[in-house]
């Protein structure tokens, strides 16, 4: 197999999730662009391309199994392998004003559908892309996370956190908790899975709020989907290091 190493970001069409793509192209990788619609996909893949960037789409939805399923078979007919997954896709939710997810009034046909996506898309991914990962001579997972994830942060009256979230934020801390049994999962192997929160990013995401730029926001994951052999496993990353659970 070709020594050029192979990337799936999920979510890759825009945002934080384009420029981890962006940057794992420039570092060398072969990235596959995981999106759902396919105007957007293919016009990253453009744009990734007339950057240098060895792109190709992956029509991806991370709430389907068959669209999992596919797109792990499209990675296989392309390459064979993969190397690094970057679960990036995610969503906040409907919310109310100031960006308020007020837990006594939510509607659970939201909280569902950010799971849905947030984190059984995640597991869903994951999994289908195993088989891959495992052909890896070093495999690299991450989970792109947020800081609101943390209950330490989130607990303590004297952090500034941001307003109420009751579905996003909940949903960031199952993720990490997830992240952490795939650690376990993978102990004594050479899999690496972290989380990693990208800080608030000024993307169609957050209303174009936010002090970051997504480039910005991308370089904590493509930190670490580039770690060394024997880097850490199972933790939760910000530019500042490690944020506690």
Not at 5 to 30: D, F, H, S
Not at 40 to 48: D, F, G, I, M
Not at 123 to 134: K, S
Request: with cysteine.
């Amino acid at each position: 197999m070709s020594e050029t190493k192979i990337a799936l970001v999920t979510g890759a069409n825009k945002g934080i999730g384009y420029e981890i793509a962006a940057g794992l192209g420039a570092l060398g990788y072969r990235v596959g662009v995981g999106a759902r619609d396919e105007a957007r996909r293919e016009s990253a893949v453009e744009k990734l391309r007339a950057a240098g960037v060895d792109a190709f789409g992956v029509p991806l939805d991370v709430t389907s199994d068959q669209s999992a399923t596919d797109a792990a078979e499209l990675i296989e007919r392309q390459a064979g392998r993969l190397d690094v997954l970057v679960n990036n896709a995610g969503i906040s939710g409907e919310t109310g004003p100031g960006w308020v997810q007020d837990p006594t009034t939510l509607d659970l046909d939201v909280v569902r559908a950010v799971v849905e996506t947030n984190v059984i898309g995640v597991i869903r991914v994951t999994n289908a892309m195993l088989p891959l990962l495992r052909r890896s001579t070093s495999p690299r997972i991450v989970n792109v996370s947020s800081s609101v994830a943390s209950l330490t942060r989130q607990a303590d009256p004297d952090i500034e956190i941001g307003p109420i979230m009751a579905a996003y934020a909940p949903s960031k801390s199952f993720l990490n908790a997830v992240t952490v049994q795939y650690a376990r999962q993978f102990a004594g192997t050479n899999i690496l899975i972290n989380a990693a929160c990208p800080g608030l990013v000024a993307t169609d995401f957050t209303g174009f709020h936010g002090p970051r730029t997504p480039e910005q926001g991308a370089a904590t994951a493509i930190r670490l989907a580039t770690l060394p052999d024997g880097g850490p496993t199972g933790s939760f990353f910000e530019d500042d290091g490690v944020i506690p659970w």
